[in-house]
């Protein structure tokens, strides 16, 4: 294949990429819409999921693929709860 064609291939990729980043991107911000306005609800599922599987002695890290997702997005989610509590803190004050 020419380097035209490849050139052509890598720009429709880039251009289903961007039409898929855009669907996925309304239905995602609805959901955590939904997550802020509901926060303590969230917190309850999160809360009762952990129970139930501490209590059923289901390890996290033994389900396929769960161990490299905590260690990959760590530094996401402790970012995104300094977020939330920044938040609630200064809707409180």
Do not use: C, Y
Not at 52 to 60: D, E, F, I, L, S
């Amino acid at each position: 294949m020419s380097m035209f064609g490849q050139h052509a291939r890598v720009r429709a990729a880039q251009q289903r990429m961007t039409e898929a980043r855009l669907a996925v991107a309304v239905p995602a911000s609805a959901l955590l819409a939904r997550g802020e306005k509901h926060l303590v609800l969230v917190l309850g599922a999160a809360a009762g999921a952990g129970f139930v599987m501490g209590r059923m002695n289901v390890r996290p890290l033994r389900i396929p693929g769960l161990g490299s997702l905590l260690g990959g997005v760590m530094a996401e989610v402790t970012a995104l709860g300094a977020s939330f509590l920044a938040q609630s803190a200064a809707e409180d004050a």
